[in-house]
């Protein structure tokens, strides 16, 4: 069967499309402040940490996964390289990634500056910083 312009078998009317504003496509509210929007969640690093016997194996998992791509350092700073598969982790899971990293690591508890900043795989851009307050993403 050939397709017209006009006749496409996943087309919906155009009033079936609802108004931008009027949609959530997100899961998270950017409305809250980042770090206290998880503070009610009941969770630590050793409820994943203590799944292996070498606490950097879980830091070797989300490498092979994809979701980390580099640990490395911009003049003094500490870098956390993030992959594509980090993006597609609830804001949740991503504070609980780095936050695992940083206690593997012991960034933020080495100074009272501790910090590591995360910067986007493709881009280099710098998309955000976890220190002994949390993740906070731009």
């Known amino acids: 069967m050939q397709l017209g312009n006009n006749d496409w078998r996943w087309s919906t009317p155009d009033e079936a499309y609802m108004p931008h504003a009027e949609r959530d496509p997100y899961l998270e509210f950017e409305k809250h402040v980042q770090i206290p929007q998880w503070s009610h969640e ?8 203590s799944q292996y016997n ?16 580099d ?4 003049d003094e700073r500490k870098i956390l390289v993030v992959g594509p598969n980090f993006y597609h982790l609830s804001g949740f899971d991503k504070r609980r990634v780095t936050h695992v990293v940083d206690v593997i690591y012991g960034i933020t508890k080495s100074s009272e500056e501790g910090a590591f900043f995360l910067k986007d795989w493709k881009t280099s851009d710098y998309i955000g910083v976890h220190d002994r307050y949390g993740l906070r993403l731009h």
Do not use: C, H, M, S
């Not at 009941?42 to 940490?49: F, L, P, Q, R």
């Open 42 to 49: 009941d969770w630590v690093a050793e409820d994943w940490i």
């Open 54 to 69: 070498n606490p950097k194996d879980i830091v070797a998992g989300f490498y092979k996964a994809d979701i980390l791509r």
């Open 71 to 74: 640990q490395t350092f911009d």
